[in-house]
């Protein structure tokens, strides 16, 4: 497990330091202050910037965690979500590069941004569908990947092709890139953004 936390303005920081890691083989867990703004749901460079920045410090800060591993789990902290439907999630990727459940927040789709239907789109239009169906990109909050690639470097980024663009839509475009081109969305595994 690996978690990093900056900048919250919650308790987050105290609840952390309540919970017990021992069960996991392995936890890092770090909290720092960075002095970085608050964004809201908005499409903007240094937001993915900072969004990449961190999702990379959960990969460095536990190189030997993600060596060991077969995939690793991306999470948002502020989603909810069943265990066990995630638990099947993760069983079910192993027929996947990029395999994310599906983000809902007031009923309607939440990672519009994120998700890509085809090569060359930029938004994801928030059709709800059923079952597992094959996207250009994904995440959706709860998201599991290869390791293999980031092991060998592969890193999250906010830029891509002399633009900035969402980190994780990027990260989908790279594998693809590097031949790691299964990549779907669960519409029947479900968490709330909250």
């Given at each position: 497990?690996?978690?990093?936390?900056?900048?919250?303005?919650?308790?987050?920081?105290?609840?952390?330091?309540?919970?017990?890691?021992?069960?996991?083989?392995?936890?890092?867990?770090?909290?720092?202050?960075?002095?970085?703004?608050?964004?809201?749901?908005?499409?903007?460079?240094?937001?993915?910037?900072?969004?990449?920045?961190?999702?990379?410090?959960?990969?460095?800060?536990?190189?030997?965690?993600?060596?060991?591993?077969?995939?690793?789990?991306?999470?948002?902290?502020?989603?909810?979500?069943?265990?066990?439907?995630?638990?099947?999630?993760?069983?079910?990727?192993?027929?996947?590069?990029?395999?994310?459940?599906?983000?809902?927040?007031?009923?309607?789709?939440?990672?519009?941004?994120?998700?890509r239907e085809k090569e060359g789109d930029s938004w994801y239009y928030g059709r709800i569908g059923k079952g597992t169906e094959d996207k250009w990109a994904t995440y959706s909050c709860f998201c599991v990947y290869t390791a293999e690639p980031f092991q060998r470097g592969l890193r999250f980024s906010g830029f891509w092709n002399g633009g900035f663009d969402c980190d994780v839509a990027i990260a989908c475009f790279e594998l693809r890139s590097l031949g790691y081109g299964k990549i779907a969305l669960d519409f029947n595994t479900l968490c709330h953004q909250m």
């Open positions: 497990l690996s978690v990093h936390e900056n900048d919250s303005a919650d308790n987050t920081v105290g609840e952390l330091s309540k919970l017990d890691f021992s069960k996991f083989d392995g936890a890092v867990v770090t909290s720092i202050k960075l002095g970085t703004p608050k964004f809201g749901r908005v499409k903007e460079a240094e937001r993915v910037k900072l969004l990449a920045a961190a999702r990379n410090a959960t990969l460095d800060q536990a190189p030997e965690l993600l060596d060991k591993s077969d995939r690793f789990i991306s999470i948002e902290s502020d989603i909810s979500y069943n265990p066990k439907d995630y638990a099947s999630l993760i069983r079910k990727s192993e027929a996947f590069d990029v395999l994310s459940g599906c983000c809902l927040f007031e009923n309607e789709f939440y990672d519009k941004w994120g998700t």
